[in-house]
Each structure stands twice: as structure tokens, then as C-alpha cells.
């Protein structure tokens, strides 16, 4: 069945850092992938997307790269701030009815 | 524009009661999702709707019904709440249409507690 999955549920880093968060996908048949950042008491909010045909794309400081052949998908964020501080979700649409997310991994950036 | 809007944001009901959850979007979007979201868990889809007049079930359907009468409203119900359905609730909608994707826009959600 489909499932999205990430490999850290909490990741601390220093302000100025760059941060990686990672995430593995089961379903082969995904073919677009979606960062999503949600931060306390709100709804998630779009950060990036990706197609199954691309394996970078940029954005302003993060960067989405998918590795398809192991089934992997991370987000790069550059010169982490403090306004960065929320949880992450990467999520996957398959055929663009349905996107499923992955657990979230909750990013904290120490001043 | 407001987006997505929720209505209620808070909720407290007791097991066995029923209760509706409202969403409206004022963007034109064709997709209407219900997600439940509970701690230190990512997001679960109930339902969705890819029109008005039609809705197809999620990972999470059991307990839930949802209707799409007009375009921009999407309503969730809950027919005999459970201490189980404690959850926080987003809403989202997205533009739609064959081979279109898109991101999803959410609201800022609603916490129901079933005592």
C-alpha cells in the first residue's frame, strides 16, 4: 500500500546551519512529492513540490531532491533561522486524487 | 480572500453525540480534503471530494460521513463520536482536473475533544 515515511522524527540544528530532512516513499507509482511546513496551532503550509520526472528543484534557500530509484525524497533548507523552527512533512499524490502524508519531523534551530 | 476556512475551532462533545464540521473555500478549487491529525502523527485523509456532488473515502473513513452539495463547502460529520475521534481536523482544497497537480491549501484547523 502507499506510505510515506521519514527517518527522523526530530532533528536539531544550529542558526546559520543547513538542514537536511529526509524522507523514504513506498509507492513506486508516486509521481509527484510535496514538502509541507506546519508550524504550532496551524494548518501545513506548501514549501516545494517535485515531479517524478525531475530529481532536483530549487526554491529560495530549500532545495527538494528525489532519488527514485531507492525511493527517496529530502529537503535542504540553507542558513537555517529560527523562523524555520516547525514540523515538516513530506507528503506523495499518485495520479493526483489522493496525498498521503508521511509522521512529520520536527526541526529546532538553537540561536 | 480567506482561503480555507473551519468552522468550529474548538469543539467538546460527549461519546455518543453528532456534530458537524464546516469547510469552505473561496479559491474555485475542485478538491476538498478531510485530514485528521493526532500527536506526533502526520496527517490522515477521512475523505475527499474531486467535484461537487461526489466523495470518495480516505485511509480513515469509518465513523466519518461528508457531503459537497455546492462547490465551495465540504462538510464533515460525525454520527456517533467516539473518545477515539479526538483529533485536530484540516480542511483542504486544491485546484483540480485530469493529469493536474497541485499543492494543497489548508485551514487553520479544529480541535474536537470526545469525552
Known amino acids: 500500500g502507499e506510505s510515506v515515511g521519514l527517518h527522523l522524527p526530530t532533528l536539531s540544528v544550529q542558526e546559520g546551519d543547513n538542514s537536511i530532512i529526509n524522507c523514504a516513499y513506498s509507492?513506486?507509482?508516486?509521481?509527484?512529492f510535496i514538502w509541507y511546513k506546519q508550524e504550532s496551532g496551524k494548518g501545513p503550509q506548501f514549501i516545494i513540490d517535485?515531479?517524478?520526472?525531475?530529481d532536483k528543484r530549487q526554491g529560495q534557500r530549500v532545495t527538494v531532491l528525489l532519488n527514485k530509484t531507492v525511493k527517496h525524497l529530502s529537503l535542504q533548507i540553507a542558513a537555517t533561522q529560527p523562523g524555520d523552527s516547525a514540523v515538516y512533512f513530506c507528503?506523495?499524490?499518485?495520479?493526483?486524487?489522493?496525498?498521503?502524508f508521511g509522521a512529520g519531523t520536527r526541526l529546532f534551530v538553537k540561536a | 480572500n480567506a482561503g480555507v476556512t473551519q468552522t468550529p475551532k474548538f469543539r467538546v462533545l460527549k461519546t455518543g453525540q453528532s456534530m458537524t464540521l464546516l469547510c469552505a473555500q473561496d479559491?474555485?478549487?475542485?478538491?476538498m480534503y478531510w485530514y485528521r491529525q493526532d500527536p506526533g502523527m502526520g496527517l490522515r485523509l477521512i475523505h475527499y471530494s474531486v467535484g461537487e456532488g461526489t466523495t470518495a473515502k480516505g485511509e480513515v473513513p469509518d465513523g466519518y460521513n461528508v457531503s459537497r452539495l455546492k462547490k465551495q463547502n465540504f462538510l464533515l460529520g460525525l454520527e456517533s463520536a467516539a473518545p477515539s475521534q479526538t483529533s485536530v481536523y484540516f480542511c483542504a482544497s486544491r485546484r483540480g482536473g485530469l493529469g493536474i497537480d497541485g499543492e494543497l491549501f489548508f485551514g487553520e484547523g479544529s480541535r474536537l475533544t470526545v469525552l
Open positions: 517535485i515531479r517524478s520526472n525531475m
Open positions: 507528503a506523495e499524490s499518485t495520479g493526483g486524487f489522493k496525498t498521503i
Open positions: 509507492n513506486s507509482a508516486s509521481d509527484y
Open positions: 479559491m474555485n478549487h475542485e478538491y
